[in-house]
T-cell receptor
Framework: GAVVSQHPSRVICKSGTSVKIECRSL??????MFWYRQFPKQSLMLMAT?????????EQGVEKDKFLINHASLTLSTLTVTSAHPEDSSFYIC?????????????FGNGTRLTVT | GQNIDQPTEMTATEGAIVQINCTYQ??????LFWYQQHAGEAPTFLSY????GLEEKGRFSSFLSRSKGYSYLLLKELQMKDSASYLC?????FGGGATNKLIFGTGTLLAVQP
């Protein structure tokens, strides 16, 4: 089946530094990927839609200059959290839709647990 | 606006049947999905409904009524490993197919007891 790989799975960084998270579709091409954030005991909140070869589309309230998204190829999207603060600590999950499947469900990466100290 | 509601928590007994409800009010509709998520892990796809009616897949079934903005996930023969969060998600109808966004509900934490 469709596989989405996300790296790293866990990262701890200091306030003010930047962190890059990679999301790869391993066995299919994804022109569109989605980035979600999940706080403890809450549901997934869509942050942005990543479009290959063009600018990402951000949801209302998400700062595009803080959460930089690059989708340079059909199999790779990156999310960079710039000037991280403790309140950015969260579970970040990427997803992509494999073409041709019934209903085309999203397939999720394993997520990245970000802790900002 | 987008509003997807589920009960926050449910408890059921091993071997029993449990129904998790989901109501939604969204500006567009292009299908409803159910996902299972264990703590600290990514969600995994369970079922998909786009037309009214019941979809059955093994121990899991999902029902949709578009006119009522209502869905439920039915889990039969509950097992301890079914203890997880169950997320209802609606795909909006805007933009091209691949860019349709998936909006998640609040999630239901199911605890299966012996």
């Amino acid at each position: 089946g469709a596989v989405v790989s996300q790296h790293p799975s866990r990262v701890i960084c200091k306030s003010g530094t930047s962190v890059k998270i990679e999301c790869r579709s391993l066995d299919f091409q994804a022109t569109t990927m989605f980035w979600y954030r999940q706080f403890p005991k809450q549901s997934l909140m869509l942050m942005a839609t990543s479009n290959e070869g063009s600018k990402a589309t951000y949801e209302q309230g998400v700062e595009k200059d803080k959460f930089l998204i690059n989708h340079a190829s059909l199999t790779l999207s990156t999310l960079t959290v710039t000037s991280a603060h403790p309140e950015d600590s969260s579970f970040y999950i990427c997803s992509a839709r494999a073409p041709g499947q019934g209903g085309s469900p999203l397939h999720f990466g394993n997520g990245t647990r970000l802790t900002v100290t | 606006g987008q509003n997807i509601d589920q009960p926050t928590e449910m408890t059921a007994t091993e071997g029993a049947i449990v129904q998790i409800n989901c109501t939604y009010q969204t500006s567009g509709f292009n299908g409803l999905f159910w996902y299972q998520q264990h703590a600290g892990e990514a969600p995994t796809f369970l079922s998909y409904n786009v037309l009214d009616g019941l979809e059955e897949k093994g121990r899991f079934s999902s029902f949709l009524s578009r006119s009522k903005g209502y869905s439920y996930l039915l889990l039969k023969e509950l097992q301890m490993k079914d203890s997880a969060s169950y997320l209802c998600a609606v795909r909006d109808a805007f933009g091209g197919g691949a860019t349709n966004k998936l909006i998640f509900g609040t999630g239901t934490l199911l605890a299966v007891q012996p």
